[in-house]
């Protein structure tokens, strides 16, 4: 009996290993398969990769800035992009047209875009600094009216508190402010899904997930500029400086909660609405997600309750106006032209207050 039992087991344990043998070259041949379709591809996009801003060196390693508009013009907007989108150099593009009166300036931060990674560390001083000298060496200076996204929005308000002069105000598209991370620890925000992340954007992953590309639902972009995006996001998809920069970020929002908020400059923040019409009725899942909601509990207004947060967190400033447009999370890709005239009135409003 034990020498059946033992030869069993022999069999059992070999089979198995045999099958484990088989799986792990399979799932090797299929990472080395899409390592090389990624590396094939990515030489033939590089013609799509010529950075359209000029390329400057920032401790050690090159930093792309786009400049556009206005030369003559008395103010200079910079404009900061939030973690994770990378394209922003292409699709800023509608919006930059419709503030061409403006001296206008883009900076992909290390890792993202056309930048090339830093290898320094993503705490909020290095970020900021990085950025400085990038405009700084495109033959800029300050002052700005900085306009950030998403956690952009944190290096802008640490910029004005700790450069006051340099800042003329703070123009905000769905920035993101230090409280919205309270009780968030760094293992929630960024985990070990996003260094698995981080890896398999190397190997090329991403191009096998059609959602992380954008589509052109709104028509404002020509087929060159889509094809530059879908490049970008593909070479940059998640890079090292990127992942560190979300592995920073809790610590970051820490270090500019204490440093505090500008109250001597204008800011305005611009909030997306997604069930404001008329985006609503462009997003079939949340249209649908909405009317269940809705037709649950009728009385309730879903639309004020939406950036209510935002609204009473920033009643404490007297200098904060909060405006709200009906779009996406990154309402620039959706309405353009209204973000742009709420930046032309504010600045009317900046010119008050400085001239």
């Not at 290993?17 to 799932?27: A, D, Q, R």
């Not at 033959?139 to 009216?145: C, D, E, K, N, Q």
Request: aromatic content about 14%.
């Amino acid at each position: 009996m034990k020498k059946k039992l033992k030869r069993f087991f022999h069999k059992f344990f070999k089979i198995f290993i045999i099958f484990m043998l088989i799986t792990l070259v399979v799932n090797l041949g299929v990472i080395l398969a899409v390592y090389i379709n990624h590396r094939n591809k990515l030489g033939n996009e590089k013609v799509f990769l010529e950075p359209p801003g000029e390329m400057v060196e920032v401790n050690g390693h090159n930093m792309h800035v786009l400049l556009s508009g206005n030369e003559e013009s008395e103010y200079t907007l910079v404009f900061m992009h939030s973690a994770r989108i990378t394209d922003d150099s292409i699709a800023l593009h509608p919006l930059f047209k419709e503030l061409s009166d403006y001296r206008l300036a883009y900076v992909d931060r290390s890792g993202f875009g056309f930048s090339e990674e830093s290898g320094a560390p993503r705490d909020i001083e290095t970020i900021l600094s990085e950025t400085r000298a990038a405009l700084t060496g495109a033959g800029l200076s300050a002052p700005y009216i900085l306009v950030p996204s998403g956690t952009a929005g944190l290096e802008a308000i640490y910029w004005a508190e700790k450069y006051p002069e340099e800042v003329q105000g703070i123009i905000g598209i769905g920035m993101d402010y230090p409280e919205e991370f309270d009780g968030i620890v760094e293992e929630q925000y960024c985990t070990f899904f996003d260094y698995l992340m981080m890896k398999s954007s190397y190997i090329g992953v991403q191009r096998l997930i059609k959602s992380v590309y954008p589509d052109n639902a709104w028509a404002y972009y020509t087929e060159l500029e889509m094809s530059k995006r879908r490049a970008l996001i593909s070479k940059n998809y998640y890079t090292e400086d990127m992942y560190n920069e979300d592995l920073a970020t809790i610590k970051n929002a820490a270090t500019v909660k204490e440093a505090g908020f500008p109250t001597d400059i204008p800011v305005c923040l611009i909030y997306a609405n997604p069930i404001m019409e008329p985006y609503i009725n462009e997003d079939s899942e949340m249209k649908e997600e909405y009317e269940k909601e809705l037709a649950e509990y009728p009385d309730f207004d879903y639309v004020s309750a939406y950036n209510k947060e935002r609204r009473e967190h920033f009643k404490q400033y007297e200098n904060v106006t909060i405006e709200e447009l009906s779009g996406p999370a990154r309402l620039y890709l959706f309405d353009p032209e209204g973000i742009g005239r709420i930046i032309d009135n504010y600045i009317e409003e900046i010119g008050t207050v400085y001239n």
